[in-house]
């Protein structure tokens, strides 16, 4: 069982940066992959970023690549994105998400999600 809480939202002007935080509890954290995912209103829940066990592999949405870094630190337990030159359209709901492996289908564990808005 791995419990997921995000922090680290809020408002700021395009141009700006914020840094999310993601705290997992749970003996097996650092064997999971870890993803984020946004929510825009009116919008389906889309894939922004993903982080495999160990920090070596990584992957991102088109929208976001070279603009959003994903890390972890499995030592503290937690899973970061770095969000740097934020637009109006990265506003939504940010969520942290697990999955036992960087090929499953699918992810299992599902934090409660941070707002995010990006002001013009």
């Known amino acids: 069982q791995v419990q997921l809480v995000e922090s680290g939202g809020g408002l700021v002007q395009a141009g700006g940066s914020l840094r999310l935080s993601c705290a997992a509890s749970?003996?097996?954290?650092?064997?999971?992959?870890m993803g984020w995912f946004r929510q825009a209103p009116g919008k389906e829940r889309e894939f922004v970023a993903v982080?495999?066990?160990?920090?070596?592999?990584?992957k991102y949405a088109d929208s976001v690549k070279a603009r959003f870094t994903i890390s972890r630190d499995n030592a503290k337990n937690m899973v970061y994105l770095q969000m740097n030159s934020l637009k109006p359209e990265d506003t939504a709901v940010y969520y942290c998400?697990?999955?036992?492996?960087?090929?499953?289908?699918?992810?299992?564990?599902w934090g409660q999600g941070t707002q995010v808005t990006v002001s013009s």
């Open positions: 998400a697990a999955k036992p492996s960087w090929v499953a289908g699918s992810y299992d564990y």
């Open positions: 982080i495999n066990s160990n920090g070596a592999f990584t």
């Open positions: 749970g003996r097996t954290f650092s064997t999971y992959t």
